[in-house]
């Protein structure tokens, strides 16, 4: 299968970011796909994946190439899950040895959109904020069909949900000697700096507001899509398609825009997504971008991480990124093609749901308290949340639906990861971070001497 194109992004200095999903999910995918989708979930896993890839298709000699492309990793032949399921442990690992008291929990009620609920495979939710669009609702939808897919297999359990784009908690505000245990808050991202507890976010299921259907759709999309132009014969730019006007770090890249004076590599379009609604989401389908050889993700409120691309020197690393890709083909389309087959088989739908059922089984093991149905929990169920919505948002549910209980197990939780593994991750990070600056002078370097 022809890769989907390779990917640019912008990092901070200074910062190991983890999640802002990916994260792994985190997250998550859908952002390779789209600049418009945002997928906090999987960056854990992207930033994984690129380092491979980079050790694979950049670095000679490398002896991940046989693992990497093998034609079926062991871990699923085993029915083990994927590597990036290790962040759960990493994510609860705050609470190891104190456990998540009521108390503890009740904290987090200031984080949370809502409260969620499940005894004896039945949901309840109480709601305390307005999320953004319907972010809350596909949450709630996605957690209901687990519940389908393993009946009687999630354990009671109790947890508050945020449905921001930030992290919320903050690891500096829970250290020291006489700090108390952090709050445990749900959320879709995170990162180095903070605690929260990453769950998959809620365009796995459909974002009726933007036209982005359930992943399960958007995989065969993307993979259809995908085949109609050869990646040597696409646009050589960079290509960033989105609102610029959600934060600085979006205004500020349409800076890096191709001018008269400056040709940095790239094609920056905004994206106005109240005409596009009027219009039938005809120029937005995910399907139908594949069409450039690079994509540059700048979220809205968070950063992913591929390429990287210092915030203060974006056009000139963008510019130099391009150059390096289409000077170097086969490592690029290398990274392209191992992208697209990370996403259609690590990130399949199965592995989504199997990354909910092991988080919330690992965190119920925490709760030191029996859950309780609170005074203004409402219980919901599939077909009446579904029968709730109408246009997009009812089609997307209807779409996504849990129809019967799965007859395979999850996956197999892996082990914690090793300290010195976890350090060795971050280290060839930093690594990897330094090779592709250096690259970079050398290349600068040429230009002014050349």
Same mark, same amino acid.
């Given at each position: 299968?022809?890769?989907?194109?390779?990917?640019?992004?912008?990092?901070?200095?200074?910062?190991?970011?983890?999640?802002?999903?990916?994260?792994?999910?985190?997250?998550?995918?859908?952002?390779?796909?789209?600049?418009?989708?945002?997928?906090?979930?999987?960056?854990?896993?992207?930033?994984?994946?690129?380092?491979?890839?980079?050790?694979?298709?950049?670095?000679?000699?490398?002896?991940?190439?046989?693992?990497?492309?093998?034609?079926?990793?062991?871990?699923?032949?085993?029915?083990?899950?994927?590597?990036?399921?290790?962040?759960?442990?990493?994510?609860?690992?705050?609470?190891?040895?104190?456990?998540?008291?009521?108390?503890?929990?009740?904290?987090?009620?200031?984080?949370?959109?809502?409260?969620?609920?499940?005894?004896?495979?039945?949901?309840?939710?109480?709601?305390?904020?307005?999320?953004?669009?319907?972010?809350?609702?596909?949450?709630?939808?996605?957690?209901?069909?687990?519940?389908?897919?393993?009946?009687?297999?999630?354990?009671?359990?109790?947890?508050?949900?945020?449905?921001?784009?930030?992290?919320?908690?903050?690891?500096?505000?829970?250290?020291?000697?006489?700090?108390?245990?952090?709050?445990?808050?749900?959320?879709?991202?995170?990162?180095?700096?903070?605690?929260?507890?990453?769950?998959?976010?809620?365009?796995?299921?459909?974002?009726?507001?933007?036209?982005?259907?359930?992943?399960?759709?958007?995989?065969?999309?993307?993979?259809?899509?995908?085949?109609?132009?050869?990646?040597?014969?696409?646009?050589?730019?960079?290509?960033?398609?989105?609102?610029?006007?959600?934060?600085?770090?979006?205004?500020?890249?349409?800076?890096?825009?191709?001018?008269?004076?400056?040709?940095?590599?790239?094609?920056?379009?905004?994206?106005?997504?109240?005409?596009?609604?009027?219009?039938?989401?005809? %120029?937005?389908?995910?399907?139908?971008?594949? @069409? +450039?050889?690079?994509?540059?993700?700048?979220? #809205?409120? =968070?950063? /992913?991480? !591929?390429?990287?691309?210092?915030?203060?020197?974006?056009?000139?690393?963008? %510019?130099?990124?391009?150059?390096?890709?289409? @000077? +170097?083909?086969?490592?690029?389309?290398?990274? #392209?093609? =191992?992208? /697209?087959? !990370?996403?259609?088989?690590?990130?399949?739908?199965?592995?989504?749901?199997?990354?909910?059922?092991?988080?919330?089984?690992?965190?119920?093991?925490?709760?030191?308290?029996?859950?309780?149905?609170?005074?203004?929990?409402?219980?919901?169920?599939?077909?009446?949340?579904?029968?709730?919505?109408?246009?997009?948002?009812?089609?997307?549910?209807?779409?996504?639906?849990?129809?019967?209980?799965?007859?395979?197990?999850?996956?197999?939780?892996?082990?914690?990861?090793?300290?010195?593994?976890?350090?060795?991750?971050?280290?060839?990070?930093?690594?990897?971070?330094?090779?592709?600056?250096?690259?970079?002078?050398?290349?600068?370097?040429?230009?002014?001497?050349?």
């Amino acid at each position: 299968m022809e890769n989907i194109g390779a990917f640019l992004g912008f990092w901070e200095r200074g910062t190991k970011k983890r999640i802002n999903f990916e994260e792994t999910a985190s997250r998550s995918v859908k952002r390779w796909a789209s600049t418009t989708v945002f997928l906090s979930f999987f960056i854990t896993l992207f930033i994984g994946s690129f380092l491979y890839w980079v050790n694979v298709s950049v670095f000679p000699g490398s002896l991940l190439r046989e693992e990497i492309f093998a034609s079926k990793s062991l871990e699923e032949s085993l029915g083990e899950c994927p590597e990036y399921f290790r962040w759960i442990h990493k994510d609860l690992e705050p609470w190891k040895h104190t456990g998540i008291s009521r108390e503890m929990l009740e904290r987090a009620k200031a984080h949370a959109q809502f409260r969620l609920v499940i005894i004896n495979g039945d949901a309840y939710v109480e709601k305390y904020k307005n999320a953004y669009q319907t972010r809350d609702v596909f949450t709630v939808w996605g957690i209901l069909q687990l519940l389908r897919l393993y009946p009687g297999k999630v354990p009671d359990l109790e947890l508050m949900f945020s449905c921001g784009d930030r992290p919320v908690v903050k690891k500096r505000d829970y250290e020291g000697a006489n700090s108390t245990s952090p709050p445990p808050v749900f959320h879709y991202c995170g990162d180095q700096e903070s605690l929260d507890i990453v769950f998959p976010d809620w365009t796995f299921w459909g974002w009726a507001e933007t036209n982005i259907r359930p992943w399960n759709s958007i995989l065969e999309d993307i993979k259809e899509g995908n085949k109609r132009t050869k990646w040597i014969n696409r646009a050589p730019y960079a290509y960033w398609k989105g609102n610029p006007y959600v934060s600085i770090a979006r205004e500020d890249l349409m800076k890096c825009n191709v001018t008269d004076k400056y040709q940095w590599k790239t094609r920056l379009y905004v994206q106005d997504w109240h005409k596009e609604k009027k219009q039938g989401y005809k %120029k937005s389908k995910l399907a139908d971008q594949c @069409t +450039h050889r690079y994509k540059i993700y700048v979220e #809205g409120q =968070a950063w /992913s991480h !591929y390429w990287p691309v210092r915030t203060a020197r974006k056009c000139r690393d963008i %510019k130099f990124a391009v150059e390096w890709g289409n @000077t +170097h083909t086969r490592q690029a389309r290398a990274i #392209g093609r =191992a992208g /697209s087959r !990370y996403m259609q088989e690590k990130l399949k739908m199965k592995y989504v749901y199997d990354y909910m059922f092991h988080l919330l089984i690992e965190y119920a093991k925490l709760l030191k308290f029996e859950p309780r149905i609170p005074n203004e929990g409402k219980k919901v169920c599939a077909q009446k949340l579904a029968s709730s919505q109408n246009g997009l948002g009812k089609r997307f549910m209807v779409e996504s639906m849990v129809n019967s209980s799965s007859e395979a197990l999850p996956c197999t939780m892996p082990s914690p990861f090793e300290p010195l593994s976890l350090e060795a991750f971050f280290e060839n990070n930093e690594m990897i971070k330094r090779q592709v600056e250096m690259w970079e002078k050398d290349f600068w370097e040429s230009l002014k001497f050349g």
